[in-house]
């Protein structure tokens, strides 16, 4: 059972350009997470969907930043127009449905390095 | 507000010492605990999970304990090596309000010297 896949693992960007990034949950796993990690800092919580919708995009910047699930294909998280302050490693994290008998570990991939110049 | 801290931020020891990791949070409303180990441009590791229900959970020389009620979580390494050099990082999942987000502390950069 593969793990977490995110892809690219490092993407340099111009200030401006857009940047999307794209990440597979393990088989079975139906809930998707994005954080943030700035260098230095702790990780910060984005968004939370599962297929096909957002659950919770509280951490979410209000401008610039989407995620979508779709039914079919990977979580994307897609940044228009990124400024410097975006650089950054992104992690996606995704955990079965969570019932009585299901521990709700969340399991990461390794992480988008986006790098805006 | 949930709050995860962990305090120091950083801790260098020699090889050999058996080590105590402290994680505190604010809201005892918790569905679990999840310990991880970050490498260096690295993603993040489970270590351990504690459900809301337990105390502790075991696995080789990682020891970690759960006290819901005081807001604290202990990770315990012992016989430490090099190689348990990392940033490891103490988490709790929310419970209810429709959002299961982990909310993570600042994490601990561990160092053991050879």
């Known amino acids: 059972n593969a793990g977490v896949m995110q892809n690219p693992r490092h993407l340099v960007r111009r200030r401006g350009q857009e940047a999307r990034l794209r990440c597979s949950p393990m088989?079975?796993?139906?809930?998707v997470y994005w954080y943030r990690q700035l260098p230095e800092e702790g990780l910060k919580f984005m968004v939370y969907?599962?297929?096909?919708?957002?659950?919770?995009e509280s951490g979410m910047p209000k401008e610039r930043f989407s995620a979508e699930f779709p039914k079919e294909g990977p979580s994307i998280l897609r940044i228009q127009q990124v400024v410097r302050g975006d650089s950054a490693a992104y992690f996606c994290?995704?955990?079965?449905?969570?019932?009585?008998?299901?521990?709700?570990?969340?399991?990461f991939g390794e992480g988008s390095r986006l790098t805006v110049l | 507000k949930q709050e995860v801290t962990q305090i120091p931020a950083a801790l260098s020891v020699p090889e050999g010492e058996n080590l105590v990791l402290n994680c505190s949070f604010t809201?005892?409303?918790?569905?679990?605990l999840q310990w991880f180990r970050q490498d260096p441009g690295k993603g993040l590791t489970s270590l351990l999970l504690?459900?809301?229900?337990?105390r502790e959970q075991t696995s080789g020389r990682l020891n970690a304990s759960l006290d819901k009620s005081s807001g604290r979580s202990t990770l315990y390494i012992a016989a430490s090596q090099p190689g348990d050099s990392a940033t490891y990082l103490c988490?709790?999942?929310?419970?209810?309000?429709?959002?299961?987000?982990?909310?993570f502390g600042k994490g601990m950069k561990l160092t053991v010297n050879p």
């Open positions: 994290a995704s955990s079965p449905v969570t019932t009585r008998t299901n521990t709700g570990e969340l399991f």
């Open positions: 088989k079975g796993h139906s809930h």
């Open positions: 969907l599962q297929k096909e919708n957002i659950i919770d």
């Open positions: 809201d005892s409303a918790i569905y679990n």
């Open positions: 504690i459900q809301s229900s337990q």
């Open positions: 988490a709790v999942r929310q419970r209810g309000g429709g959002s299961e987000k982990l909310v």
